[in-house]
Antibody, heavy 126, light 105 residues
Framework: EVQLVESGGGLVQPGGSLRLSCAAS????????MHWVRQAPGKGPVWVSRVSRSETDVSNTAYAGFVEGRFTTSRDNAKDTVYLQMSSLRAEDTAVYYCAREFSPFSTPIRYFDLWGRGTLVTVSS | EIVLTQSPATLSLSPGERATLSCRAS??????LGWYQQKPGQAPRLLIY???NRATGIPPRFSGSWSGTDFTLTISSLEPEDSAVYYCQQRYAWYTFGQGTKLEI
């Protein structure tokens, strides 16, 4: 089955750290750009980060401006897994974090998201 | 940052009626806009990409169009399962989403 499964969310205090994981299955994981997108309760989705297809290629790794150096995304193609390491967490980082695959018709990525996980909830609160 | 403004915030219609949802971009994005459907407790689902192309498996009652910076998602004959929040997303400059339109059937 083609799917993404996130894990690692939970309750963390302001200033704390958390590492999210996303396990992929059913498709050629290493062929796709992968993303993290978050959604606060009752709000629209917000793009967080993108990781390159290759573990060693950082040219296509990117972050939203609000990340401000606090998050790091990476992947392990041997494990079909993408990660989001978050530190210096703030209350405004509270959201469901989704892992998403970049839509790639005809093998060309075109910046939409065609496969999403069910998400993992991150709550930043004291 | 490109801001996407969706209207109306909520739309209440009956089965079989036609729904028209709007998304306006704060600056030109060519045709680089997509639409997603999100049901409660679920992740968003890609419906339309690049303004008018249906994603795989999306029924033909869903269609998209655009003129300038104004984009429209039309659902031609509503079914009860179309109840959801619909989001637009642009890919012209990075990735931004609208705030959503809640469609009640």
């Amino acid at each position: 089955e083609v799917q993404l499964v996130e894990s690692g969310g939970g309750l963390v205090q302001p200033g704390g750290s958390l590492r999210l994981s996303c396990a992929a299955s059913g498709f050629a994981f290493s062929s796709y750009l992968m993303h993290w997108v978050r959604q606060a309760p009752g709000k629209g989705p917000v793009w967080v980060s993108r990781v390159s297809r290759s573990e060693t290629d950082v040219s296509n790794t990117a972050y939203a401006g609000f990340v401000e150096g606090r998050f790091t995304t990476s992947r392990d193609n041997a494990k079909d897994t993408v990660y989001l390491q978050m530190s210096s967490l703030r209350a405004e980082d509270t959201a469901v974090y989704y892992c998403a695959r970049e839509f790639s018709p005809f093998s060309t990525p075109i910046r939409y998201f065609d496969l999403w996980g069910r998400g993992t909830l991150v709550t930043v609160s004291s | 940052e490109i801001v996407l403004t969706q209207s109306p915030a909520t739309l209440s219609l009956s089965p079989g009626e036609r729904a028209t949802l709007s998304c306006r971009a704060s600056q030109g994005v060519v045709s680089y806009l997509g639409w997603y459907q999100q049901k409660p407790g679920q992740a968003p689902r890609l419906l339309i990409y690049d303004a008018s192309n249906r994603a795989t498996g999306i029924p033909p009652r869903f269609s998209g169009s655009w003129s300038g910076t104004d984009f429209t998602l039309t659902i031609s004959s509503l079914e009860p399962e179309d109840s959801a929040v619909y989001y637009c997303q642009q890919r012209y400059a990075w990735y931004t989403f609208g705030q959503g339109t809640k469609l009640e059937i």
